[in-house]
């Protein structure tokens, strides 16, 4: 056994050690190509009994390395090139072989072409000069588009018979190496006319709107009004100031081509025509009649409407009668002859006011016996119809007539009086003021009112009773009572009140008004106020991201303690767990009296107390005010950095506040400033929409619940849509009607490169999608009627345009006629064309004689 092992481990060894290696080769076609040919290679490598070949490198001498067994390769430029073939096998044995200048390329013609010759009329004739590389070597082969060819180095005189896109082909050959390259560019042929849409009459003082009508996408617009005034607008609104005839230019171009034309169009304006009235009288009471005159001059139809709910057609209208009181607006229309109108509204012209009655008195409340003084307000609001009779009747027994009565004297017996006033125009117009109740009188035996306690605690139960004596029958609501506690007012009967801002005595004064008769009473020292009372004002009560901790706050003690040498004592609580401070009555004596400061260690809100005991008076109290220390950072994201115009830019928060729990600060407020003046309020996550392009920076302004804010600004960029343009070779046709559609479209202002246009045609519903604005848009319609080829562009950002529409009137006419059986000689005119179609339609008819 154990030579039989020996002797297999030698073999072993051995026959790994002296395996054959593989053996290098290849062949490739063609060895000699043109720019651009693809080489074909394949080895020829062979294993010489060994283990299969497992990988090839192959290196073609320009750059390029491949793996494959078989590769093909294209050189792209010429040149003479070594190749070199490297192979391995499943034991890791390599060879290669290299052919040194092994495959030779050939170069390949310069082709190009330049045009001369604006696309703008049909036909087109240009001329196309040879860029390509030249001599006795290269021959020429043209494809214009238009059916015709030609191998001229340089063909002039060709014609385009019809608008459109054309592509023209130029190839080149190399008659000795037989080497060649082709080159293809478009020409757009348009069939550019301005044209002008307008009325051929106006009026003077009247806009008149003229229509560009012009054909292949005019872009730039040149208006001359006759030298009265110019525009740049495609379909601009004139208005000529005198009568005349004028001549409207118009210079219509399309910038991306170069095509313009020019139009013009005559145009008669005529004297317009402002009506004009007056009235009488324009202001006066109900019933009126109002006379009205027309005033225009101009002989024409003239149209009343008076605001009463009357119409009248003619120049003098009959008197018309306004019952009731108000505004009333009158218009007047006139047109004449020629065509011009026109038309005056006068509005509010006719004021229909009645008179009114009125009147004040001086004093209309008092005590008994009262003196009062009665004033006429009363007013008419036409001066020729002024007021000529006043009634009074003064509910005390006393009438007057006349304007200004005398003193009025209400006796010695209280009570509540009415007045009445009658007033009566000079046309007899008539108003009273009645005024119930308005004279009172009133009389007060006695005001007076108790204290309990008479010494009390500051901030206690104060009850004050009132004493006040009225004998007089009357209602309670006709009593009111004013209290001036010195710091605060009650209007109540028996009020209670705290005193809270002073101590020591108080005064207190109580005012009784019974009917505008009125009475007090002031009781000096009505009540003693103990001390203490609690007051202090912290340095801040609000810190927003504090730049560390601690944070310390000051607290300057405000409280009233009480007199030397009362006993007082002082706590600060401070609401955050810490111990609290205690002052006692040597201190609070002192300089500094209870001030005292703190150091916050953390976020939060904390309730700070001050309790105060005078141990001498008895009595305690306190005041809390809130610290809030608060952090908060504003953020924000955007849908994104960049939105189109009039698409929608959603905004996303991402702000915090925080505190320590159990007292959190969440936000509140979200204020977006958007950039342009305008701001958004409506939440957290809005979403906005520019109509504007341009470089805006959004501010966020975030608010949380104890009043810290923070901003943060985020610029975002707003662009403009592409301009989309659509014009039609042939806008008119018989169905079926193709149609080639050019596109005029393009960037404006801050917009991205146009990217694809989206055409869609009504006839059927279809869309059609092309990337370039070079590249023709072809459709035939079938049917009958007008429909409508529209495009959308669209930027390689997405940004799409506004619809670009063209009309197109297709027309199918269908013949057919109705002619009687039987026709006796000589009967003519016996058919009856039943033919239908749109436009001006010709007829042709064939009547066949024979047998049938």
Known sequence: MIRILSVFLFTSVFSTVFAQAPTANFTALPLSACVGTAINFTSTSVTNGGPAITQYSWNFGDGVTVTNQNPSHIYTTPGTFTVTLVVTNANGAVDSE?????????????????????????????????????????????????????????????????????????????????????????????????????????????????????????????????????????????????????????????????????AQHQITIQNSITPSFTANPLTNCAPSNVTFTNTTGVAGTYTWTFGNGQTYTGNTPPPQVYTTAGQYSVTLSVSTASGCTGSTTQSNYINIVNIVAGFEADEPGGCAPHTVHFTDTSSSPNPANPIVNWQWNFGNGQTFVGQNPP??????????????????????????MFMNDYITVGQIDLVDFTVSPLVTCAKQNVNFTNGTVISIPHQPNEVSYFWDFGDGTSTQEDPIHQFTQDTGYISVQLVVDFRGCKDSITIDSAVYVLAPIAKFTPSTQLVCNPAGFPVNVTFTD?????????????????????????????????????????????????????????????????????????????QFTRSNDSVCRNDTLFLTDGSSSWSTPPSPHPLTNW?????????????????????????????????????????????????????????????????????????????????????????????????????????????????????????????????????????????KPTANYTFPSVVCFPDTNLTVNTSTGVGNLTYESTVFQGQF
């Open 558 to 634: 405000n409280a009233i303690h009480g007199e030397l040498p009362d006993n007082v004592s002082m706590t600060w609580e401070w609401g955050d767990g810490t111990p609290n401070t205690n002052i006692g009555n040597a201190t609070l004596d002192g300089v500094n009296h209870g001030n005292a400061s703190h150091s916050f260690a953390g976020y939060g809100s904390y309730t700070v107390e001050q309790v105060i005991h005078n141990y001498t008076t008895g009595c305690s109290d306190s005041i809390t005010k809130t610290i809030h220390i608060s952090q908060i950072a504003a």
């Open 98 to 262: 290299i052919k040194n200048n092994y495959i030779t390329i050939l170069p390949a013609p310069n082709v190009g072409f330049n045009v001369s010759g604006l696309g703008c009329t049909v036909p087109l004739t240009v001329g196309f000069t040879n860029t390509s590389s030249s001599g006795a070597n290269f021959t020429y082969a043209w494809n214009f588009g238009n059916g015709q060819n030609s191998n001229q180095q340089n063909p002039a005189n060709v014609t385009y018979n019809a608008a459109g896109s054309y592509g023209v082909q130029l190839t080149v050959t190399n008659t000795t190496t037989g080497c060649a390259a082709s080159f293809t560019d478009s020409i757009v042929v348009s069939n550019f006319q301005a044209g002008i849409t307008a009325p051929s009459t106006g009026c003077v003082g009247s806009p008149v709107v003229f229509q560009d009508n012009s054909t292949a996408g005019a872009n730039q617009w040149n208006w001359n009004f006759s030298g009265q005034g110019s525009s740049q607008q495609q379909n601009p609104s004139f208005t000529f100031n005198a009568p005349g005839v004028y001549n409207v230019t118009l210079q219509a171009q399309n910038t991306g081509s170069g095509c313009s034309g020019n």
């Open 407 to 432: 003193a009025q004297t209400y006796g010695l017996n209280p009570g509540l009086y009415d007045v009445t006033l009658v007033v009566t125009s000079q046309s007899g117009c008539i108003d009273t």
């Open 671 to 811: 204020s977006y400033a958007m950039g342009n003046g305008q701001t958004v309020t409506t939440g957290p996550n809005p979403s906005y929409v520019y109509t504007t392009q341009g470089l805006y920076n959004i501010t966020l302004t975030v608010t949380n619940s104890v009043g810290c804010t923070a901003q943060v600004t985020h610029p975002v960029r707003v662009l403009n849509v592409p301009f989309p343009i659509i014009t039609a070779q042939d806008a008119v046709g018989c169905s079926p009607f193709p149609v080639t559609f050019t596109n005029g479209s393009m960037s404006v202002g801050n917009g991205m490169p146009l990217s694809y246009f989206v055409t869609t045609f009504s006839d059927d519903n279809t869309s059609v999608t092309t990337n370039s604005v070079n590249q023709p848009i072809n459709h035939t319609f079938n049917g009958n009627g007008v429909y409508y080829a529209t495009m959308i562009a669209y930027d390689v950002f997405g940004c799409g345009s506004t619809p670009a529409t063209v009309p197109i009137t297709i027309t």
